[in-house]
């Protein structure tokens, strides 16, 4: 089970797990408590008949249990079951402790739907804080030199075996973001299956059925794509029992894009070269800022060729890049109002100059209370740099209100990681 947080005063179990079955079946059998292992005596208190239980033990404690139908045919359940200490210590002198019961019930679960084997995976969308564009080498990249953050908005990848390739696509985007991920083989999480399959030396014949639940922005400058690429890596190598480690990970996440690789590692880091050669910051005291969403995206290739015809319109002469010593000193000092000072991306006026209406979102941003307003990588996303988490929150209910579309986050954000 992912997660379990108790507190000394009240127990609080939180955790979720996923079922690979079909959901009808699954909320049937919890919806049945009287055959619930145990001896909790447990109540039905409510029901909407689809995604969620409520349900009361003998000591009163109450459970919340909630269903979401991930892609691929995955249901997540999440489990919230709060109780005081002494509750739970009469509990136990009766005989039961909730740690096993969840966990029998969980097995219960799983004798009786006899789920698939599914392997999950979270990874991190990103912002760049500081972003230097160098010049346009022979590869076609450009040198860079750029501050990572890993921010607490994350793409799920579930991953199954099956006779031929199938990509499905959830989550909190709208339909216009979700529909335009391709669904065939040309989504790059096909390319990581057939790459870690070759690594596994997995017979041809397998493929897999790929589900992306997708929260960050569809070419939004936050590194979604590359965050599904690295999810569906580490998923991937789990389910085949690839048994790739850390290093070979990250060398086919920096050739499958520029960002994989970070996306992977998460938290906070440096990256130069193409961006996937990255120094990991580590201590980075949490930064909390709000993204400012928008429904059409803009393509990096684009917004790179701008900036190039803008540099050569002016010709400027291109340094080679660094993050500058200010930039660092800013990030350690963890004071929110020395980085506002300080963040800086190159890309922001390519991004600007192919759409000016951003300059909008900014400008209103900073009305309401934001410290900074920038462009994230390539945009058209933009992050508002925030004193405090409440202001995050604060700046984000009043830029909703205006009728954009904004969330509150923080970073820096875990790394990629496999849950259950
Ligand atoms: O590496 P990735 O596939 O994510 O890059 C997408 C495109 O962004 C590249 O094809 C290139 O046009 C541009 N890019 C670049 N320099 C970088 C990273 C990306 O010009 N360092």
């Not at 689809?50 to 459970?63: G, H, K, P, Q």
């Amino acid at each position: 089970m992912s997660e379990l947080a108790k507190r000394p005063e009240r127990l609080q179990y939180s955790f979720s797990k996923h079922f690979a079955c079909a959901d009808g079946p699954l909320f049937l059998i919890l919806s049945d408590v009287e055959r619930w292992p145990g001896n909790l005596q447990p109540r039905l208190l409510s029901s909407n008949g689809e995604t969620e239980l409520i349900v009361a033990f003998r000591d009163n404690s109450r459970a919340t249990i909630r269903f979401a139908k991930l892609a691929g045919g995955v249901n997540r359940v999440t489990v919230e079951h709060e109780a005081s200490a002494t509750e739970n210590s009469a509990g136990a002198a009766a005989g039961f402790d909730y740690e096993i019961f969840w966990f029998e019930l969980f097995e219960m679960l799983s004798a009786r739907l006899m789920p698939g084997k599914v392997a999950i995976a979270t990874a991190p969308g990103k912002v760049n804080l500081f972003f230097k564009v160098g010049p346009l080498l022979e590869t076609g990249y450009h040198d860079v030199a750029s501050l990572y953050l890993a921010v607490d908005l994350r793409e799920t990848v579930t991953a199954q075996i099956a006779t031929e390739y199938s990509v499905q696509v959830t989550g909190s985007l709208g339909d216009f973001q979700l529909l335009s991920v391709p669904t065939d083989e040309s989504n790059l999480v096909v390319k990581v299956a057939e790459q870690v399959k070759a690594a596994a030396g997995t017979p041809a014949a397998i493929k897999l059925v790929l589900g992306i639940d997708k929260h960050v922005p569809v070419a939004g400058g936050m590194g979604g794509g590359s965050a599904d690429a690295a999810a569906a890596l580490v998923a991937v190598n789990d389910l085949l029992g690839a048994n790739l480690g850390p290093e070979r990970l990250h060398e086919m996440a920096a050739e499958l894009g520029s960002d994989v690789p970070f996306a992977l590692a998460g938290g906070a880091a440096i990256g130069v070269g193409r961006g996937e050669q990255l120094t990991a910051l580590e201590s980075v005291a949490p930064i909390h800022l709000v993204l400012i969403f928008d429904d059409h995206g803009l393509s990096t290739p684009a917004v790179y060729r701008r900036l190039d015809e803008l540099r050569a319109a002016r010709q400027e002469q291109v340094q080679s890049p660094e993050v500058s010593r200010e930039f660092i000193g800013a990030l350690q000092k963890s004071n929110a109002f020395d980085l506002a000072e300080v963040m800086h991306n190159d890309l922001e006026e390519a991004a600007l100059s192919l759409r000016p209406d951003l300059q909008i979102k900014m400008t209103t941003a900073l009305q309401h209370g934001a410290l900074r307003a920038m462009v994230s990588g390539s945009g058209p996303t933009i992050l508002a740099l925030a004193a405090s988490e409440a202001a995050a929150t604060q700046i984000a209910r009043s830029m909703n209100e205006l009728g954009y579309k904004a969330i509150a986050t923080h970073g820096p954000a875990a790394p990629t990681e496999l849950v259950d």
